[in-house]
């Protein structure tokens, strides 16, 4: 077991999810994350007409469909499987452990107060944003929320941030992990899809990595060139030649950018049936854990549309969600206080 020393904590941080498939558990949860300006970045007064009269009511009963065809009886798959990593991680280590989302529940005011609760002394606070590549809308909104709460609560231990992994050895050996049992049954192809974002933010990324101010050691590469490396890397320790795998990026709303990463995976699943692919894998190196977009986006709508197209089988490959070789991992490098980019 490492040793961290006296009065020290980890806590991982996700996205987050509704509490409930309730049309209203919707509405407030996407009102929260689509307001976020490092997610819609436009001024606060067109943000709010944006989401709150134009996305919010015609996308809210669509999202709760989705996630009525994911919801287990103990909630969303996203707070499951982070909770189950989260278990994992203090399974293996006596240093005390929490969660806490982004957007809704745990929140982090609660998951500071479970840390104090097993550790009152606590002096150092280690924090792991489930993050793989950095960008000023998942990782990066992240950071910012928790130091505000951390100032404004005036809590006392000091915060460190580990840095995005996209390029970790680590964290390659651990994604390789969970993509070889499904190589080694056969495939046609192999597609990385990552969360996209607006073209734009790449630029605002961009001049965040060269400010130097993070609290962390940023990538010296954007969001998109960080998916290409982690998919390169993956597929070199996997052995995979460069004809059988590609690139792309899932998620695109519109209404926060006309602009957005390309390619767009549903669009490359309903070409692919015809560039002669049949038997199709799928792996989304954005998430650690599986959640409305893995499952329901690319399990369930992009299986339908690639079927449609002509291919045979699309098979998703889950996410690292609590893998044993991840959750020793982040004690390692919780244990060793920075990450090597």
Same mark, same amino acid.
């Given at each position: 077991?490492?040793? %961290? ?10 996205? #987050? ?10 509405? =407030?949860?996407?009102?929260? +994350? ?14 709010? +007409? ?17 996630? =009525? ?8 798959? /996203?707070?499951?499987?982070?909770? =189950?990593?989260?278990?994992?991680? !203090? ?47 998942? +990782? ?41 049992? %499904? ?20 630029? =605002? ?20 060139? !960080?998916?290409?490396? &982690? ?30 990463? &390309? ?38 709508? #992009? ?6 197209? #002509? ?11 609590? !893998?044993?070789? +991840? ?11 920075? /990450?090597?980019?």
């Amino acid at each position: 077991m490492p040793d %961290f020393g006296d009065h020290m904590g980890i806590l991982i941080t996700n996205l #987050g999810s509704p509490t409930s498939t309730n049309l209203s558990d919707i509405k =407030k949860y996407l009102t929260a +994350f689509l307001m976020d300006e490092r997610v819609i970045d436009i001024p606060k007064v067109f943000r709010s +007409f944006l989401v709150k009269v134009l996305i919010v009511p015609k996308r809210a009963p669509k999202t709760a469909q989705s996630y =009525k065809k994911i919801w287990r009886p103990e909630g969303s798959p /996203l707070i499951i499987y982070s909770k =189950k990593l989260k278990e994992k991680i !203090q399974q293996k280590t006596d240093i005390p452990v929490a969660l806490c989302m982004r957007y809704g529940e745990p929140s982090t005011e609660k998951a500071f107060e479970e840390l104090l609760a097993r550790d009152p002394d606590i002096q150092q606070v280690t924090v792991l944003p489930l993050y793989p590549q950095y960008t000023m809308s998942s +990782f990066d909104t992240a950071v910012e929320s928790l130091k505000k709460i951390h100032r404004e609560r005036n809590y006392k231990f000091k915060l460190k941030f580990l840095n995005p992994f996209y390029n970790h050895p680590d964290y390659i050996a651990s994604l390789a992990a969970t993509i070889k049992p %499904f190589i080694e049954k056969g495939y046609d192809k192999l597609l990385f899809s990552y969360h996209g974002i607006p073209v734009r933010h790449l630029g =605002k990324d961009e001049k965040r990595i060269a400010s130097g101010k993070a609290d962390f050691n940023l990538p010296p590469i954007n969001y998109q060139q !960080q998916a290409i490396e &982690t998919s390169r890397l993956t597929a070199e320790a996997l052995h995979i030649p460069k004809e059988k795998y590609e690139t792309s990026f899932q998620s695109r709303l519109s209404a926060a950018g006309k602009t957005w990463l &390309t390619p767009y995976t549903v669009k490359r699943l309903s070409e692919l049936p015809g560039e002669g692919v049949k038997k199709l894998l799928v792996v989304c190196p954005a998430f650690i854990n599986d959640c409305l977009e893995t499952i329901e986006e690319i399990g369930m709508e #992009g299986k339908e549309t690639f079927e449609n197209a #002509g291919g045979e089988s699309l098979t998703l490959i889950p996410c690292i969600n609590d !893998q044993d070789q +991840f959750a020793e991992t982040v004690i390692k490098w919780a244990s060793e206080g920075q /990450l090597a980019l």
